[in-house]
């Protein structure tokens, strides 16, 4: 019987050995993103009508003589652009960078006239695989317990969700926001609980991925200032004297990052904005709004622009592309016209809130297909293989904003324990963390806040992507904690000893 | 006495027998007139894809059903289904090539006409002329007496007709502004045959050539144009609106407006006030175009929601008794076959407006359909400058088609100013749907919308239009049953929402208490 035990203690520590909990967590969600993103019929995102940013700027363009679907199904084979390219990025963005190293493994690989949305999935599954391990790494380490592998599954369970996976075989900016965040909270976890013998290739790893996160969309500019409360974090490392002058031009980076982010918004992609804070936002959530317009000052018909799209989906009564809407409407306000605007009817902005709250969890993109036309499905048809975790989250998380601030202040309280204590004992870990953890909230807090008045209602779900996936790192951090006790102080071997 | 009367009568036959005789198209009239208009090239570096659609909106104005085709998608044989064949030469500089067609074209017995340049031999040869070949010259496009003139930009070549047999109808003339000052037919008719050395979408030459093509198709007409202001929104200044309808009341001038609505936000009180203005209008002798929307993201399988929505906005508009006549639009939905089978086909009466920068199709076929009548939308600018030559629309002359003069809505007082300044300037004696005996008819999910001698009728019953807000019946809204799952829901965010707050609250007072005890312990006591 001892022998049996022996035995069972010895596969154990081996399997452990060729398994460890990242790579294991590794494997399973590269099976199952690859599954869906590679195997045919593949699975990814419709063009909700924003691919072209990403694709005309790379050469990549819509192949003619075949019917291009929005929003119904997606498409997998776009043309390769083989002479001079005219068009210039409408955006200042990081994202092109990664279009076109899936462009050079096309043109290697496959065809130098045809590209195969795959090889944008392939780009951001590498990317992804790579978050994952260093991710489960962070949650881990430097426990070796066997509870290491419920972590390592719950980290499946939560990122390797297909509506995250889905985003993979599309030109949006999401999946590599996704990957990015991932490093920037692992490398930081890992900091914290000083992983390496070196110090700055996370350090490194984690000035990159957060710079490169932050330039990736215009609207991750306010994002800038979330991590710059992580990154204040970082002056609580030892010997921080000789790494002071590094991480001070660190941080400048990142808020120079930010601002140009924001200040590079090209103008007709501002105007999409603005228009739809308006429509989507200002007009919404209130019964008739034409008397609040004309008391601050904006003609009242424009009232019946009420849930108006700048891009109309059909049909609309006005273009608002045409200069009439620019010179009577939009000319008439801007970004503090609304924040004046939402003070004056705070009932109104309070409703907007909650409906941004009801959709936090909510991260699989309901308004596009996830199959293309060769596989049969019906127009728009939702992936529901292994969407357990947004699903669950999507119903069940509490629809009012003010429990998501309520939640804020209670998970600031709980690190907030773990930063005294480790302050105490003169240890980093707990004290990084709860920089961490509050970088992460205040992003799960104003970003909504941010896209209502930035951009009303309109692609709500969209714009506040990095909402749910700051709460699912501070959800699993929580979770991982609690199992390996490392909660209220640092990780200590051997389990609880205060 | 007896006998003058009698010879009274006698005259009065002959004259009106005469009368008749002349009214009489002296080209052959095709019982269903169907005619392929066959274009060589768009050639949009040029922008003249706007001439092919001027010209299509100008036969649909005529009530002739046009299907346009590429030369290069001619198959042999297609003309057999057509009683008239137009060419349009779009860029000189390349050939037609499709032997087909050019054989095909010379076989027909229809009515053939041939617009711009590269005029064939064999052409000619039916035309029973001689071409001549005209370079580097500018021209004066005027009539017989030189009455109305038109000085034409400069040509670097230019194919004439001469020696034109004697039954030949010339319609305007081309003067050489060289000294031999030699005149040269613009449009002429020969038999069922016609020619138009070029075109244009506006000013002198649009009329002429608009007369010569209704008069080849024998539909030519009388017509006084309609005033019509264009261009007008929901989100139009509607205090200028209200002060331009009430100018032109004023003025006795009858007009018409081409809007759009919206479906949606009727209650709104900006609704309201657009609906009150609209039906200033129609109390003041204006009447009301339907506007087609702007369109987005179209695909073939939007027309149900197409039909939807133009339902909704003529129902939305009936329940504020506002009854547009007509739909007005852009030419080219007349070419798209979901557009007109879910919107034009609504109404009788259709105002064609110019094309947008970009048309988008929902599903293109250039098989336009004809209507009781369609009203060919000229801008005013067209009519009034016209460089070195007669301002025609101070000579006013009636139209060979039905026409309506389009100024766009002034937003500001000033431009509003600028408009009555413009209008001062044309003599038109603008034409009055309610006088002179329009009948009009809309019809849209189960309401028709009828327009008689200035009186409207819905669903067959005449109805008065009042300058207040109607009192229509409002439906109540329907409330979707709510299921208790999301009643649960919305429960259960609120309970949590308490439950925390209460816990937070204790919590709170926890840390107070102990950290008091805490104190207490080290206090001697």
Redesign the interface.
Known sequence: MPKLKQAYFRAIKVFKRILPPPLLAMLICAGLAGYLIFIPPINGLADNGDFYRAMYSNGIYKLLGTHYSYFSYVTQHFGLMQYYNENQSVIFSSQPWFVHLAVFFNKIFYSKTVFDLRFMGLVNYVLYLGAIYLLTDALTFPSKRLRNYLIAALVVFVFGDSSFTLYFNSFFAEPQMLSLTMYSFASFILLARQRYQHRWPLLLLFAISTLVLIASKSQNAPLALSFTVVALGLLFLPHFQAQRLYIFAGIGVLLVTGVLTYKLIGKDFAYVNQYQAFSHGVLTQTGDPSKALAKNGIDEQYALMKDQDYYAKQFATIQPSQSYVEKNLLSKYGFGWIVKYYLQHPKQFGKLMDLAAADVMITQTKAVGDYTKASGASPGKQLTFFTGYSSIAGAFFPQKFAFNCLLAVALVMVYAVGFYNDLKHGEIEGVLKFFQVTGLLTIFIFVPIIAIVGDGDADLAKHIFMAPVSLDLIFVLFVSDILNHRLWHAYHEGGPTT | MKLKTLWRWGLLIVALFSFWYWGQPSSVEAATSKVLLVYDSQNVAQNDQTKIAAVQRLLTSVGVRVTTKAAADYRAGTLKHYQGVITMINWPQTDLNNADFVRDRQRFKGIRLHIGQNLTAAEAQGLQAKRQKLYHQQFTLQNKSGSRHQLLAFSETMTTLTQLPAKAQTIGWLKSQSVTKKTYPYGTIVGNQGYLPYFSAGGYSFVLAAQTIAQLFGKVGHYQPLLTITKV??????AVLDRLSRYLYQQSIPFAIST???G??V?????Q??ARVLRNIENRGGVVFLKT??????TAS?GK??AT?MDNYLIQFAQNQVFPVGISTSGYWNQDQVYRQYALTKADHILLLPNPASPVYAKQDNQATTFKQAIYGLNATSLETVRQGSALGKLADDFPVPTAVTFTMP?SQRSLNNLKRRLSQLNYQWFNPATEGTATKIVSGTATFQYRNGTYFLNGQATTITATQPHTKTLAAVKPEELWVNRF??M???V??IF??IT?GVFVLFIFLGRRVYVNMFKRK
């Open positions: 929104t929901p989100y139009s200044n509607m759009t609505t919206v949606s936000n209650h709104f009180k900006a609704y006030r657009f929307p702007a369109v987005g993201g179209v939007s929601e197409l929505l937003n829901f919305k259960q965010g609120t949590l929402l925390f707050a937070f």
